[in-house]
């Protein structure tokens, strides 16, 4: 049977999602999990990758396995073999020919920005900290330039190699509780760094290192010269991956609300 799996996890202290010959990741722990619970061989796919200290609040995967373990109580069963950074929200039987990357319409990214002079003691390791002045509604009023159905180019790191750059954002928006800020980004699929290069720019946007329209003027340059500073990972959380039907933006708009303390 195919298994798939909603999956959280702080990212700290991995290598990233994809398994890799000399570090420890988070595909790893899980396969090796499975592994051990289900007596035999498993080999995950996950939705995408996540790098190194990036989170997951809903990282979609699945497996194929031989089991009498009730779908539904894999999450629960292959927990008690997991570290407490990673942890199975849910397990559920699918058809044999869903992928969970290759099905998925869309992914919703997070990233938090503590806006205070000291540092985080608590929120450390999922927050960004950004110290002085931000102008915080330049930021809010540059992000709506990203949505549409452009070629992102200019929002990917080197390295970067696919067959195409171009995505569709669906929302880019910014909320604001006391010291800390949300930039929430919803799109079709994002290139390797993009979220963090948006955070990074808009940042940069705040400390008026950039004009709002950057994000314009990047699409149109295809440039990444043109943009701001790739913001740390420990901010980046990828909240939840989309299948079809892919929510319209009301429902995300209200998705983003309702998580926005998240």
Not at 212 to 224: K, L
Request: charged share 20%; with cysteine.
């Amino acid at each position: 049977m195919r298994i798939r799996l909603e999956v959280e996890y702080d990212g700290t202290d991995y290598a990233g999602w994809q398994r890799q010959k000399e570090e420890m990741t988070v595909q790893q722990r899980l396969e090796e999990a499975l592994g051990s619970l289900l007596q035999q061989p498993i080999v995950i796919h996950g939705a995408g990758r996540t790098d190194a200290g990036v989170h997951a609040m809903r990282m979609t995967c699945h497996f194929d396995c031989q089991t009498r373990i009730p779908p539904d109580r894999i999450a629960y069963a292959v927990n008690y073999a997991l570290p407490s950074d990673i942890r199975v929200c849910a397990s559920e039987q699918v058809a044999d020919d869903f992928h969970a990357r290759f099905d998925a319409a869309g992914k919703w990214y997070r990233y938090r920005i503590l806006h205070r002079q000291q540092a985080a003691a608590i929120h450390r390791r999922i927050c960004a900290h950004v110290p002085g002045k931000l102008d915080v509604d330049a930021m809010a009023r540059a992000l709506p330039y990203l949505e549409g159905t452009h070629d992102f180019a200019a929002f990917a790191a080197s390295g970067s190699h696919v067959k195409s750059t171009v995505r569709t954002i669906y929302a880019a928006r910014l909320h604001r509780a006391e010291d800390m800020i949300w930039i929430d980004v919803v799109g079709s699929g994002f290139l390797y760094n993009m979220v963090r290069i948006i955070a990074g720019t808009a940042i940069d946007v705040g400390k008026g290192k950039q004009t709002e329209t950057v994000f314009s003027d990047m699409i149109a340059t295809g440039s990444r010269l043109s943009g701001g500073m790739t913001a740390p990972a420990r901010g980046l959380t990828l909240m939840r991956v989309f299948y079809p039907p892919m929510p319209d933006i009301a429902q995300i708009e209200t998705m983003i609300n309702a998580g926005e303390m998240l």
